[in-house]
Nanobody
């Protein structure tokens, strides 16, 4: 059974930083990619930052480019989302998700498995 477990959310002041982690288990091969999505209050879920393949291809939402960074520790089956210069509009529940095969953007319908989410709150 595939499981994705997020951690690292919390409360931070605007301009601060948080690092989210997503640890995956249950995959029988490396043929999958991980992405991060978020859903703010009263908003639809949106793609934030996603790996496109296992060669380092990444996709970032325009509003987070230059502030958020994806990284991975394959030995730990963990993907990280480093979030710097956080803004109040970044506040949301952040979800990691896994897509079997490659991804071609950060599109929700490409993703097959989802974590439970972790709350990020940014105070102004």
């Amino acid at each position: 059974e595939v499981q994705l477990v997020e951690s690292g959310g919390g409360l931070v002041q605007a301009g601060g930083s948080l690092s989210l982690s997503c640890t995956a288990s249950g995959f029988t091969s490396d043929d999958h990619v991980i992405g991060w999505f978020r859903q703010g209050p009263g908003k639809e879920r949106e793609g934030v930052a996603c790996f496109g393949d296992n060669k380092g291809t990444t996709y970032y939402r325009d509003s987070v480019k230059g502030r958020f960074t994806l990284s991975t520790d394959n030995a730990k089956n963990t993907v990280y989302l480093q979030m710097n210069s956080l803004k109040p509009e970044d506040a949301a529940v952040y979800y990691c998700a896994a897509a079997v095969g490659e991804g071609y953007g950060c599109f929700e319908d490409e993703y097959d498995y989802w974590g439970q989410g972790t709350q990020v709150t940014v105070s102004s």
